[in-house]
């Protein structure tokens, strides 16, 4: 396969961003960008499952509204910001906080632009119709392919391992690390990438990957890449990334 032009993740995103901005005329339009942290029952709603990362609260699913649409981003900081939209191009993504408020506006404005709509999670049982859908979407376009997936989501990773591919789950949380949860074996996230990207086919990993600022060797990679979740929905339209997030749902307020 051919490789890449290596191209830092954030430097290709942050002048995409501007250029929407700019073809939009906002960046002298005042713009107010909110984010709070929602529970998980405000995220998510009422699931049959109680092993996923926002209902064990080591996570939180921050909302940005702007210019009356919605955009998410997973992030492991909390707190609440507001400012403009010449702000949030300005910060400095030195942190995980900063960079889940830039990912959220940036979602909230690919949502008002018209260049991706499922911008806010799925609730209730829309989890459990994801993870079905998983398992087809694999086996429609990647079937008998090593799979690496970033990021351990009990329902997809378990919907992938039933249907008999090859797949290897890393993560970063030290209670999954080595941990082998509903026949998966998850491994630590933080050693060895290259060697697991070198031995799979496709990437299949979490938007959080951006915020958390691990995106750059997966974007880079020779191999297919695939995002899933809210986290990744501006970047997979702006940048051309496939993205899987079927019950994903319209970010423009009603």
Known sequence: MKEKNIQPFFNRLQKEFEKLVDEFQLRQTEVKVKASLLTPEEAIGSTKRQDYVLLKGKERLLEATVMGCKGQAFTSAQG???????????????????????????????????????????????????????????????????????????????ALYKIGNSLIVLDLDPENIDKTKNGVLIKNGAEGLEEYIADSDVIFATGSTICNDTIDKLYNASIPLVLFGTTGAGAAALLGITRFCPEATCGKCS
């Open 80 to 158: 609440n910001f507001e400012c403009t939209l010449e702000d949030v191009l300005a910060l400095p993504l030195a942190d995980d906080f900063q960079r889940a408020i830039y990912i959220a506006a940036l979602n909230a404005i690919v949502c008002y632009a018209g260049k991706a709509d499922q911008t806010i999670h799925c609730r209730n049982e829309g989890l459990e119709l994801c993870a079905q859908q998983t398992a087809t979407y694999f086996n429609d376009n990647y079937s008998g392919l090593r799979i690496l997936m970033i990021g351990y989501q009990p329902a997809l990773a378990e």
